[in-house]
């Protein structure tokens, strides 16, 4: 019996140097190596078929080349691979085997020389192909073709990113706008709140200085010469004071009291001693606050005024006291006058430097964001009598 074996059959080897047949087998010596060959080989195809990629087809109809430089689109979803095999004595049997990373990592088996993706999402994918012959044995070097479906790009992380930078801009410019809208409103109502204080102590001034004009007129029309210069010498440090105060919006506590004794001074001077007065400031307290300036002084006026100038069987007297309680700069002035039962309309129509300062108050409390407070007690005992007032001032660091 004629048997054929050579590379075309699966033999390793076509140059035969010498055979030996012992106890039903047959060995070949091939390229000095020895080879044995059993019965059950006959016709065995051990050789490797050989696969090749012809053709990609994009979208039914496009053609691609063949490389990794191709740049697909989003709109590349349906792919076609064409390919064929070689092998010796098998062309009719082989099988293919193909798999697509990124969709799915299992090996498929087809008889036909093409495979076909219809719908594919957008991502990365590796496509590989190995043909196999009757027996099974695949191709020794498989194709393998990498290629990329990007995303549309109103899905990408860039487009994404650049919506999110336009709306963060977006909301930037908005803050912005409300931003130096707000700051342009807090200026003109810093403004306005600067302008009315300066009105209100625009109208301070000059109320005082009608009372003190008066009070050295008195003192001229008496005829006494000795307190008209000194309570005019007195008027004139007070006006130089206030001067140097009005071009100042806040002043040291030190500054306050050193102006308002000079007030009481010459009130005391004008009302004849008929009153007393106690000026309590806690200095080491107060060292580094500034306060308004010219505050105080109309309520002392209303004290004065309303209250202590009216008593006739007893001394009056008058004590202005700065008290620091937890974050809060109280303010009290208490006398020993007629009180407001007696003063009644009389205090409220005359009042009208009071009424201005409660204004002026209220402004610089908002300003300052200080708790605006104002308390006024009509003292009833015996013993007690007059008012009592106290109010927040409003300060700012030094």
Partial sequence: QLRYWSVASGFPY?????????DGKIYVIAQHKLIRIDENMEGINRFPPRVFLNRIVVNGGQEIPIDSNYRFTHEDRRIRFLFNGLAFRSGQYLQYQYRLTGLDDEWHTI???????????????????VALNENNTRSAVPVAYHFVIPLPFWETDWFYACII??????????FRY???AEQKRNREREAML????????????????????NSIQNFILQEDKSNAIKYLGRFSKLMRSSLDH???KWISPAEEMNLLENYLELEKMRFKDK???????????????????????????????HGVAKLENRQGQITVKLVWKDTQLLCSVTDNGIGLGQAGAE????????????????????????????GITDRKAEEKKGTHVTFHIPYKRN
């Fill in 14 to 22: 076509n140059d035969i140097r010498k055979i030996h047949i012992q």
């Fill in 111 to 129: 008889t036909q020389p093409f495979v076909e993706f219809p719908s594919l999402s957008p991502g990365t994918y590796h496509f590989e192909l």
């Fill in 165 to 174: 930078s336009v709306a963060i801009m977006f909301i930037a410019l908005i």
């Fill in 178 to 180: 409300r931003f130096r």
């Fill in 194 to 213: 600067q302008y009315e204080q300066q009105a209100l102590s625009a109208q301070i001034n000059p109320h005082f200085l009608f009372n003190a004009l």
């Fill in 246 to 248: 009005a071009r100042m």
């Fill in 275 to 305: 009153f007393i007065y106690q000026v309590d400031v806690p200095d080491e307290q107060l060292s580094d606050i500034l306060i308004p300036s010219m505050l105080i002084q109309p309520f002392i006026e209303n004290a004065i005024l």
């Fill in 347 to 374: 205090y409220s129509q005359r009042s009208h430097g009071m009424n201005i300062t409660l204004e002026r108050l209220k402004l610089l409390c908002a300003e300052t964001a200080t708790v605006y407070f104002f």
